[in-house]
């Protein structure tokens, strides 16, 4: 299985960036992926991994940081099994990679809930 993630740039205070994230590949008992929840995290320089958003398979329940609520959008494509981030009102604190996350069961804030990970993409906000 892999997650392949793209959207991440270089964006001034206040602007926006859209992430995407897609799954692709077969479990490791030769099944297609199909994507339970997927989610978000971001690493900034010299802190721990945290959580930023996180969506069920269906799109029905939806969890979201609190530094983050108001400002990003999660959604999918559950067709595609694609996850999308829409970042806006970005502040320098958002600078960070981004990691998207998927699992074959429910949505969670926890890191360890999610089997599956993506390379990351850089994302810096300037002032």
């Known amino acids: 299985v892999q997650l392949q993630a793209s959207g991440g740039g270089s964006v001034q205070a206040g602007g926006s960036l859209r992430l995407s994230c897609t799954a692709t590949?077969?479990?490791?008992?030769?099944?297609?992926?199909?994507?339970?929840?997927m989610a978000w995290f971001r690493q900034a320089a010299g802190k721990e991994r945290e959580f930023v958003a996180a969506i069920s398979r269906t799109g029905g329940i939806t969890y979201y940081a609190d530094s983050v609520k108001g400002r990003f959008s999660i959604s999918r494509d559950v067709a595609e099994d694609t996850v999308y981030l829409q970042m806006g009102g970005l502040k320098p604190e958002d600078t960070a990679v981004y990691y998207c996350?998927?699992?074959?069961?429910?949505?969670?804030?926890?890191?360890?809930?999610?089997?599956?990970w993506g390379p990351g993409t850089q994302v810096t906000v300037s002032s």
């Open positions: 996350a998927a699992n074959l069961l429910a949505a969670s804030q926890a890191a360890g809930q999610y089997d599956y």
């Open positions: 590949g077969r479990t490791a008992s030769g099944r297609t992926f199909g994507a339970g929840a």
